[in-house]
């Protein structure tokens, strides 16, 4: 499946942005989809993830209550809609996919995804 992520800018602190994700090449709905972020000089991290049928969702701590990860499948796209965003924000975000193995299934770990779109960056301004 062939990813293509897009969505990210420049945003003032407290300001908004929403990510997309376009999947293509595979049947979308049978894949868990996950959000990572890279920020300069630091190890990518685990974000946001979804099932494949949209019935679970989880978040990093750091973002829980101001991101929000939803997926449309006739559209075959995920969405990552940022909230308050702050600073500490910043970062080249990714998404990546995987086919699912259960309902509910999702994913935290890099390891776990197959494959990976190119990322788009995001800069949150103090």
């Known amino acids: 499946v062939q990813l293509q992520a897009s969505g990210g800018g420049l945003v003032q602190a407290g300001g908004s942005l929403r990510l997309s994700c376009a999947a293509s090449?595979?049947?979308?709905?049978?894949?868990?989809m996950g959000w990572f972020r890279q920020a300069p000089g630091k190890e990518r991290e685990f974000v946001a993830a979804i099932s494949w049928s949209g019935g679970s969702r989880d978040y990093a701590d750091s973002v829980k209550g101001r991101f929000t990860i939803s997926r449309n499948n006739a559209e075959n796209t995920v969405y990552l809609q940022m909230n308050s965003l702050k600073p500490e924000d910043t970062a080249v975000y990714s998404c990546?996919?995987?086919?699912?193995?259960?309902?509910?299934?999702?994913?935290?770990?890099?390891?776990?995804?197959?494959?990976w779109g190119q990322g788009t960056q995001v800069t949150v301004s103090a």
């Open positions: 090449g595979r049947t979308f709905s049978n894949y868990v």
């Open positions: 990546a996919a995987v086919r699912a193995r259960t309902y509910f299934g999702i994913y935290y770990r890099e390891s776990e995804y197959d494959y």
